[in-house]
DNA sequence: TGTATTATTGAAAATGACTTTCATTATCAA
DNA sequence: TTGATAATGAAAGTCATTTTCAATAATACA
């Protein structure tokens, strides 16, 4: 993977935003400074970058999927299926589970940005 | 939700096949008995079977979703990102995971069919 | 340095999973 | 019954993502 220009102005703009974006949203970004730049060479760049563990790729009950740097300080989300509401958890609880889940599988886990779903607290009240 | 025949067809063929299934895959199968059934119906009917919690829906790496009846013994998955083998686990740790994210979060946790993504013990000696 | 090799890119078109619309039919409660 | 509403089939549409292909840029290495 070379260094490319594209992938380095990605990582920006995901280092810039302290939140999720779509592969659309970040495209709309880059074209402010790469007024050529096609949708399709963002989804290519956002794949390698996936593949190197750079930027996590996740479903988080959207109709695109989302797109986030990988930091330092990992964290996961729950998610609520009602008001769509997002809740970030970082929590050694996770990595304690993904480690003896690791053990005894044998299996390297690359998941690094767990998305679980649920009914948040507010929406259980209202019945 | 109305006990309709194609929910329940859709069910029974859930039943007898002990893996999981793309929406396609269930089409084909129920055009067998029914003749004229459409994709649309097939989609429709999966999603309230979803809602009421009787079948899971989850990506699994492929290109679309794979549905699977929820049984009285869930489990949850390993998948392999080189070569796509899936190992199914049975685990407390998984429950008690979630339970204890249950009672930090107050959130309803709803989901049912953890698909964890790694690489195997093969693809990891294969450098 | 060139120069071959290979990765990245933009443009355009294609893919395909899934959704929507709408008119018709089936279910069910009262 | 009957009236409301849910489920259905057919057809068309949506749109996120991928693919193809020719051009260009980055690297290896002679
Ligand atoms: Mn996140
Ligand atoms: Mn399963
Ligand atoms: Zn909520
Ligand atoms: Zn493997």
Redesign the interface.
Known sequence: MRTSSISNAILKVLESQDDHLTAKEIYEIMKKTFTAVDTSTIYRALERLVHVGKVSVS?MGGTAVVYELVSKNPHHH?V??KCHKQ?T?R?E??SD??D???K????????NHLV??????EC?KKK
Chains 1, 2 share one sequence.
């Open positions: 479903d729950l609520c299926e809740i958890f929590n609880k996770v589970f993904l003896s889940i690791e005894e599988s044998g299996f390297q886990i690359t998941t679980l779903f649920g009914i948040c607290p259980q």
